[in-house]
Protein backbone atom coordinates (compact mmCIF):
# COMPACT_ATOMS: atom_id res chain seq x y z
CA UNK A 1 0.00 0.00 0.00
CA UNK A 2 2.65 2.19 0.85
CA UNK A 3 4.61 1.23 -2.48
CA UNK A 4 1.58 2.52 -4.25
CA UNK A 5 0.82 5.57 -2.31
CA UNK A 6 4.58 6.72 -3.38
CA UNK A 7 4.17 6.16 -6.97
CA UNK A 8 1.12 8.02 -6.84
CA UNK A 9 2.51 11.27 -4.77
CA UNK A 10 5.58 10.59 -7.50
CA UNK A 11 3.08 10.75 -10.74
CA UNK A 12 1.59 13.93 -9.86
CA UNK A 13 4.97 15.72 -9.04
CA UNK A 14 5.88 14.35 -12.30
CA UNK A 15 2.98 15.87 -13.95
CA UNK A 16 2.94 19.26 -11.92
CA UNK A 17 6.74 19.86 -13.19
CA UNK A 18 5.51 18.85 -16.93
CA UNK A 19 2.87 21.51 -16.84
CA UNK A 20 5.02 24.28 -15.09
CA UNK A 21 7.69 23.53 -17.96
CA UNK A 22 5.00 23.38 -21.00
CA UNK A 23 3.57 26.66 -19.55
CA UNK A 24 6.75 28.54 -19.33
CA UNK A 25 7.57 27.35 -23.13
CA UNK A 26 3.87 28.56 -24.11
CA UNK A 27 4.45 31.95 -22.20
CA UNK A 28 7.81 32.57 -23.61
CA UNK A 29 6.86 31.81 -27.21
CA UNK A 30 4.17 33.87 -27.23
CA UNK A 31 5.94 36.89 -25.32
CA UNK A 32 8.76 36.78 -27.94
CA UNK A 33 9.19 39.95 -30.46
CA UNK A 34 9.03 39.90 -34.43
CA UNK A 35 12.92 39.66 -35.71
CA UNK A 36 11.56 40.83 -38.72
CA UNK A 37 11.94 44.78 -38.13
CA UNK A 38 15.03 46.35 -36.72
CA UNK A 39 14.01 49.43 -34.91
CA UNK A 40 16.77 51.73 -34.19
CA UNK A 41 15.92 55.12 -32.58
CA UNK A 42 12.04 54.91 -33.19
CA UNK A 43 12.98 53.94 -36.78
CA UNK A 44 12.08 50.57 -38.24
CA UNK A 45 14.76 48.90 -40.52
CA UNK A 46 13.80 45.46 -42.53
CA UNK A 47 16.50 43.03 -42.12
CA UNK A 48 16.32 42.56 -45.60
CA UNK A 49 17.43 44.99 -46.94
CA UNK A 50 20.14 46.25 -44.62
CA UNK A 51 23.28 45.03 -46.16
CA UNK A 52 21.54 46.78 -49.04
CA UNK A 53 21.35 50.11 -47.45
CA UNK A 54 24.70 50.07 -45.61
CA UNK A 55 28.82 49.07 -45.94
CA UNK A 56 29.59 46.15 -44.44
CA UNK A 57 32.64 46.32 -42.39
CA UNK A 58 35.26 43.25 -40.83
CA UNK A 59 36.74 43.09 -37.68
CA UNK A 60 38.54 40.74 -35.56
CA UNK A 61 36.54 37.58 -37.81
CA UNK A 62 33.47 39.43 -37.68
CA UNK A 63 31.78 41.21 -40.40
CA UNK A 64 28.26 43.42 -40.09
CA UNK A 65 27.29 46.63 -40.78
CA UNK A 66 28.53 49.43 -37.87
CA UNK A 67 26.21 49.90 -35.08
CA UNK A 68 27.35 53.79 -35.15
CA UNK A 69 25.96 53.88 -38.93
CA UNK A 70 22.70 53.00 -38.03
CA UNK A 71 22.17 55.20 -34.98
CA UNK A 72 23.24 57.78 -37.12
CA UNK A 73 21.10 57.04 -40.09
CA UNK A 74 18.18 57.07 -37.64
CA UNK A 75 18.69 60.84 -36.66
CA UNK A 76 19.90 60.62 -33.82
CA UNK A 77 22.38 63.66 -33.84
CA UNK A 78 24.62 63.61 -30.93
CA UNK A 79 24.97 60.29 -28.94
CA UNK A 80 28.71 61.37 -27.83
CA UNK A 81 28.83 60.68 -23.88
CA UNK A 82 25.37 58.50 -23.78
CA UNK A 83 25.04 54.74 -23.62
CA UNK A 84 23.23 52.72 -26.20
CA UNK A 85 20.92 50.01 -24.98
CA UNK A 86 20.63 47.04 -27.63
CA UNK A 87 17.24 44.70 -26.99
CA UNK A 88 16.69 41.19 -27.83
CA UNK A 89 13.14 39.40 -29.09
CA UNK A 90 13.30 37.64 -25.40
CA UNK A 91 13.75 40.64 -23.44
CA UNK A 92 17.52 40.34 -23.40
CA UNK A 93 19.37 43.50 -23.02
CA UNK A 94 22.73 45.28 -22.50
CA UNK A 95 23.84 48.71 -22.30
CA UNK A 96 27.21 49.73 -23.12
CA UNK A 97 28.89 53.30 -23.51
CA UNK A 98 29.17 54.84 -26.80
CA UNK A 99 32.82 54.79 -26.82
CA UNK A 100 32.61 51.13 -27.10
CA UNK A 101 29.21 50.72 -28.78
CA UNK A 102 29.92 52.65 -31.78
CA UNK A 103 32.33 50.18 -33.07
CA UNK A 104 29.72 47.47 -32.19
CA UNK A 105 29.19 45.41 -35.66
CA UNK A 106 25.30 44.44 -36.58
CA UNK A 107 25.57 40.94 -38.11
CA UNK A 108 22.50 40.47 -40.53
CA UNK A 109 22.78 37.38 -41.09
CA UNK A 110 22.44 36.02 -37.53
CA UNK A 111 20.38 39.32 -36.28
CA UNK A 112 22.82 40.16 -33.60
CA UNK A 113 25.28 42.68 -32.82
CA UNK A 114 29.13 41.50 -31.98
CA UNK A 115 31.66 43.58 -30.35
CA UNK A 116 35.13 42.32 -31.34
CA UNK A 117 36.43 44.53 -28.14
CA UNK A 118 34.34 43.38 -25.45
CA UNK A 119 33.07 39.72 -24.28
CA UNK A 120 30.87 38.06 -25.91
CA UNK A 121 28.40 38.34 -22.70
CA UNK A 122 27.55 42.06 -24.32
CA UNK A 123 26.33 40.73 -27.42
CA UNK A 124 22.82 40.55 -27.90
CA UNK A 125 21.25 37.34 -29.88
CA UNK A 126 17.78 38.08 -32.02
CA UNK A 127 18.21 42.07 -32.14
CA UNK A 128 14.99 43.61 -32.17
CA UNK A 129 15.74 47.28 -30.89
CA UNK A 130 18.40 49.62 -30.55
CA UNK A 131 18.27 52.99 -28.25
CA UNK A 132 20.19 55.83 -26.99
CA UNK A 133 20.10 56.03 -23.06
CA UNK A 134 19.99 59.97 -22.40
Not at 67 to 76: E, Q
Not at 103 to 128: A, C, H, M, Q, T
Request: a negative charge.
Amino acid sequence: MLGRRTNVILGLIALLILTGSLGALVYNASTTGSTDVLTVCGKEYDWKDLENRFETRESNGHSGILVSDLVVDSGFKDPEGKSIRFIGADGYQKEIPWASAGNGLIDVGEKKVVFPDLYKSFWVRDLVEIEVVE
